[in-house]
């Protein structure tokens, strides 16, 4: 049975990370001394759970949780790190520090490294997150001990609601737009001008009646949405804005 290990210093190995096509070792001190470390550790890079949801949603939140007294995130697979040099390249992770546990030293340690041979997988590290304070373990969220990949603890939101219950966390905006179109200029002009980030959809003549009349009920562009909200077009948004 997986057990926390909170209040227990964390293991000391040595890292073996390539950068700028040299080798260079990395040491758990140098990661965790005198520091409060945020660490995510999961089964695989390019696996689907975590790619899609796990680490980019650390990544988004890194500012928020530096806000609130941490100083980095670590993301920590037994992988090589050619595999997290790729996956770093391939993900949202510039927010995020990328730890190749290639051997399997630091999960085993933390006594998460569990058997996933049914999938070819070999020795991996079961799902988890934890808040370290100074190479000490304050807090650990470890996925229930159930059959697949069970994702429900070890998120970043469950961590920075851990960390700082009351952080306001980014809004999630998105703009369904077509190239050319005024009113959509004008809604990511209104979004800019107000700090907001947002995901730009352009959508070609072919399909765009069809997904913003099954989206949003409407045929016309721009659709904006803020936190799975429809706000609607251009005039729509910026009412909402000034309210």
Same mark, same amino acid.
């Given at each position: 049975?997986?057990?926390?290990?909170?209040?227990?210093?964390?293991?000391?190995?040595?890292?073996?990370?390539?950068?700028?096509?040299?080798?260079?070792?990395?040491?758990?001190?140098?990661?965790?001394?005198?520091?409060?470390?945020?660490?995510?550790?999961?089964?695989?890079?390019?696996? &689907?759970?975590?790619? %899609?949801?796990?680490?980019?949603?650390? #990544?988004?939140? =890194? @500012?928020?949780?530096?806000?609130?007294?941490?100083?980095?995130?670590?993301?920590?697979?037994?992988?090589?790190?050619?595999?997290?040099?790729?996956?770093?390249?391939?993900?949202?992770?510039?927010?995020?520090?990328?730890?190749?546990?290639?051997?399997?030293?630091?999960?085993?340690?933390?006594?998460?490294?569990?058997?996933?041979?049914?999938?070819?997988?070999?020795?991996?590290?079961?799902?988890?997150?934890?808040?370290?304070?100074?190479?000490?373990?304050?807090?650990?969220?470890?996925?229930?001990?159930?059959?697949?990949? &069970?994702?429900?603890? %070890?998120?970043?939101?469950?961590?920075? #609601?851990?960390? =700082? @219950?009351?952080?306001?966390?980014?809004?999630?905006?998105?703009?369904?737009?077509?190239?050319?179109?005024?009113?959509?200029?004008?809604?990511?002009?209104?979004?800019?001008?107000?700090?907001?980030?947002?995901?730009?959809?352009?959508?070609?003549?072919?399909?765009?009646?069809?997904?913003?009349?099954?989206?949003?009920?409407?045929?016309?562009?721009?659709?904006?949405?803020?936190?799975?909200?429809?706000?609607?077009?251009?005039?729509?948004?910026?009412?909402?804005?000034?309210?």
């Amino acid at each position: 049975m997986l057990q926390a290990r909170e209040g227990q210093r964390i293991p000391q190995v040595t890292f073996r990370v390539r950068e700028n096509n040299e080798w260079k070792s990395i040491t758990s001190d140098q990661l965790f001394a005198g520091k409060t470390i945020v660490l995510f550790s999961l089964p695989g890079a390019f696996t &689907p759970t975590c790619s %899609s949801t796990h680490l980019p949603r650390y #990544n988004e939140l =890194a @500012p928020v949780f530096a806000d609130h007294g941490v100083d980095n995130i670590l993301c920590v697979s037994v992988n090589d790190t050619f595999v997290m040099n790729e996956w770093a390249k391939d993900q949202e992770s510039a927010n995020i520090t990328m730890i190749p546990d290639g051997n399997g030293e630091f999960t085993e340690g933390m006594g998460m490294l569990v058997d996933k041979a049914d999938l070819g997988f070999g020795k991996r590290s079961w799902r988890y997150s934890m808040l370290v304070k100074d190479g000490v373990v304050e807090k650990m969220f470890i996925e229930p001990e159930e059959p697949g990949d &069970p994702f429900k603890v %070890s998120d970043a939101d469950t961590m920075l #609601n851990y960390i =700082a @219950p009351q952080a306001k966390t980014p809004d999630q905006v998105v703009v369904f737009s077509k190239v050319g179109c005024p009113f959509c200029a004008k809604a990511k002009q209104l979004l800019s001008d107000k700090g907001f980030e947002y995901v730009d959809l352009p959508l070609d003549n072919k399909v765009r009646g069809k997904v913003l009349g099954a989206v949003s009920g409407v045929m016309t562009a721009p659709q904006v949405f803020i936190n799975g909200k429809l706000i609607g077009g251009a005039e729509q948004l910026e009412a909402h804005l000034a309210a």
